[in-house]
């Protein structure tokens, strides 16, 4: 039993699926784009068989559809998975940041003083403002005490990163997000576990709000460009 304590280290496919899953979170790989095999083979340098398997690995986290001779492609977005998603969110991360303002340590204090000078440094863009807010996320997953409900939310951090990105798409949403940020992490180093929750529940319905927002604006534009092909 000694080898299976060892440290468990990612597959090449799982990190090649983690990059793939950056990237369409950031929308380098749009909604909607297919994903060629051989392309993505010659980029990373590995065999078609090693990016078939990562994309599969996508397929599970609701990234990427493969359809039978067609190959695969990113999965657009969609609002019914937005609002799914995020009242789920918003119930899991209220409860996570309850916890741990209820059993806040000076370590956890300073990374998250940490994470949200981080996140103050990226308010100008959405991409780095993001990555940013899923690190102070990520933060308090790991302070909560309570494994389960850590690997629940790392289970659909890629899938719901995109539409977090989206609902962060604007100057002034990343300036509400910033200022109930500051708020949510006072409530959780003063050990107001109620306001704490309450908090990182608005954080996540704001950003519901916003992302569905941004799709009905994509939609309008995608409209009127059809539109005027006619």
């Known amino acids: 039993y000694r ?9 090449l496919p799982q990190q090649i699926a983690e990059r793939i899953g950056g990237c369409i979170i950031d929308e ?20 078609r068989a090693t990016i078939r398997e ?34 789920i969110r918003a ?25 949200f000078r981080a996140l103050r440094a990226a308010r ?33 951090a890629q899938r719901i990163g995109r539409y977090s990105r989206l609902g962060l798409s604007t100057p002034a949403r990343r300036k509400q997000s910033l200022a109930n940020w500051r708020k949510l992490i006072r409530a959780v180093v003063a050990r107001d ?3 704490a929750e309450t908090m990182h529940r608005r954080l996540s319905m704001q950003n519901l709000a916003a992302g569905l927002a941004e799709l009905d604006r994509r939609e309008r534009e ?3 460009a059809r539109d005027k092909e006619r």
């Open 54 to 87: 990562a994309l599969r690995i996508l397929e599970n986290r609701g990234l990427v559809s493969i359809v039978p001779q067609r190959g695969a492609q990113v999965t657009k977005l969609s609002r019914k998975e937005l609002e799914d998603l995020f009242e």
């Open 124 to 156: 100008d863009g959405a991409t780095a403002y993001a990555h940013a807010s899923a690190g102070l996320v990520s933060v308090l997953a790991r302070a909560c005490g309570n494994q389960q409900l850590l690997d629940y939310i790392t289970s659909f």
């Open 3 to 11: 080898m299976l304590a060892q440290p468990l280290t990612p597959t």
């Open 193 to 195: 576990g109620d306001t």
């Open 28 to 47: 380098t790989f749009a909604p909607g784009e297919r994903l060629k095999e051989i392309g993505l083979a010659q980029s990373f340098g590995v065999s």
């Open 91 to 115: 119930v899991l991360l209220g409860l996570v940041s309850r916890r741990v303002a209820l059993s806040c340590t000076p370590e956890v204090e300073r990374l998250l003083f940490a994470g």
């Open 222 to 224: 995608e409209r009127a």
